[in-house]
């Protein structure tokens, strides 16, 4: 007798599942319904205000959508003058980014350097944490690990359904601390278990800020020069937090809505980021990078460059998905603020280096995009280079491992879920509960003994 999930049964069954489950495009407009709550014109339904961050990329010109330069505001600060500033100081940036997300201001000068330092004293797993959690249940995907063991640390805090802000505030900033030692450790287990590659798991240097530890732990000489640490650090400020409407943030305020504790609620996050939608995006950039340079003979004639892209547009070249990645967001229309500071910096600390040249050809490619793209496509749609098209190429420039681009996402955006945690908490008052229109028609209920007769 063959088992329920053999593959001839369990395929038949998930067949008749598939008819059962299809939806005509066509009713979303019968019934009004926006799909992916995204209006007809592209933007995001309206599902809640926040007090936190600007995301903002066109404007509404007597009922048209109008592209304008994009902006980027944390907690009111426009994410240019938070870079420069730190820039021009020569220091580092991503600690007083927590602290604003956080408390909603920029920190006074012994405040930042309490949260450093506060930040970089909690990092320490609990006593035991690495052997049972990570050692003993390695995973090929690092954030997998990274979610499971947030999740897993629910059960090391004694106070861990306490949600007065003082609790939420210092499991907050614990996890800021310690997400950084989680992907690392994991990073290593990987490399010992699936790679057959030698695992270093260095202590924690407790002099470090959050992108030194990373390099520092990541590294087997621990060695790294200032101008290395200070591009990890202007990404992971970059990164840090982009508007309550992103899957990642809203998945996190949509489990905070129904009461349930911290842990939970940032382990659901991180588990949207990994999806390939939305932060794995970057690998998709690299991986598509990869191809161009295996198949177009000279980067720099912009002709054979234009010519290779056609055919990828075209979907006869790369993956097949007629997708040039990078290209494009949700709400930026002309720019993406971050994808213009991470390239300057980028381009800076590559120059007269080998990588330099792939910076090079994937500024070509961005310059080239929108062109080809209506000329293939009809579309005259504006679409410029978001964060993904260069954030990848940098972590590369930087040494880090592709399994790391999008851990190394989440470990940014954990002070932007948790300052929308917060302030879900504080503001929404109810509970999170969209409505789907139900479409199934009634039937008659059929007796067990009579099924076998039912025609499928």
């Known amino acids: 007798m063959p088992s329920f999930m053999s593959g001839s049964n369990i395929t038949g069954l998930c067949r008749e599942l598939s008819e059962n489950s299809v939806i005509d495009p066509k009713l979303y407009e019968k019934y009004h319904v926006k799909r992916g709550l995204r209006n007809s014109d592209g933007t995001g339904v309206v599902t809640g205000i926040t007090n936190i961050c600007n995301v903002h990329g066109y404007l ?39 602290f604003l997300l956080l408390f909603g201001r920029l920190p006074k000068k012994k405040e930042l350097k309490n949260i450093i330092s506060y930040i ?9 944490f690495v052997e049972d959690m990570i050692l003993k249940a390695p995973s090929k995907n690092i954030m997998n690990k990274l979610a499971r063991s947030v999740l897993a640390l629910y059960s090391y805090d004694d106070d861990c359904e306490n949600k007065g802000l003082d609790s939420e505030m210092r499991t907050a900033i614990s996890l800021i601390s310690k997400l950084p030692v989680i992907m690392v450790n994991a990073y ?10 030698s695992m270093i798991m260095h202590p924690i240097n407790y002099e470090e800020n959050t992108a030194q530890c990373i390099l520092s732990m ?3 000489d621990r060695q790294y020069t200032k101008d290395e640490a200070q591009m990890l650090d202007r990404l992971l400020m970059l990164q840090a937090e982009h508007g309550g409407g ?27 980021l990994k999806g390939p939608r939305h932060g794995g995006a970057n690998i998709k950039v690299i991986n598509m990078l990869d191809n161009f340079k295996a198949n177009i003979k000279n980067w720099e004639d912009e002709g054979e460059v234009a010519d290779y892209m056609r055919k990828t547009i075209r979907k006869e070249t790369n993956d097949g998905s007629g997708l040039i990645y990078g290209m494009g967001h949700a709400v930026y229309t002309i720019s993406d603020p971050r994808a213009v500071i991470l390239k300057k910096k980028a381009f800076e600390l590559a120059k007269g280096r080998e990588i330099e040249a792939e910076f090079r050809l994937l500024d070509t490619v961005e310059r080239l995009t929108p062109e080809i793209f209506k000329e293939v496509k009809g579309s005259g749609k504006a679409m410029c280079a978001n964060v993904d098209m260069y954030s990848g190429l940098v972590y590369r420039m930087l040494g880090i491992p592709e399994e790391l681009f999008t851990p190394l996402f989440a470990v940014a955006r954990m002070a932007g879920w948790a300052a929308h945690r917060m302030e879900e908490m504080l503001t929404g008052g109810r509970i999170i509960r969209p409505a789907y229109k139900a479409i199934a028609k009634s039937r008659e209920y059929v007796k067990l003994d009579d099924r076998d007769n039912i025609e499928r």
């Open 60 to 98: 509404l010109n007597e009922g048209e959508l109008e592209p304008i330069p994009g902006q980027l505001i944390y907690r009111g600060y426009s994410i240019n003058d938070l870079v420069e500033n730190v820039e021009a100081e020569d220091r580092y940036g991503f600690e007083e980014i927590v």
């Open 120 to 128: 970089s004293l909690k990092r320490d797993l609990p006593p035991g």
């Open 188 to 197: 290593q287990v990987k490399r010992r278990v699936f790679d057959n590659a």
């Open 218 to 220: 990541l590294r087997p």
């Open 246 to 272: 992103n899957n990642s943030t809203f998945t996190c305020r949509v489990l905070t809505s129904s009461g349930t504790d911290p842990y939970s609620a940032y382990s659901s996050a991180i588990c949207s």
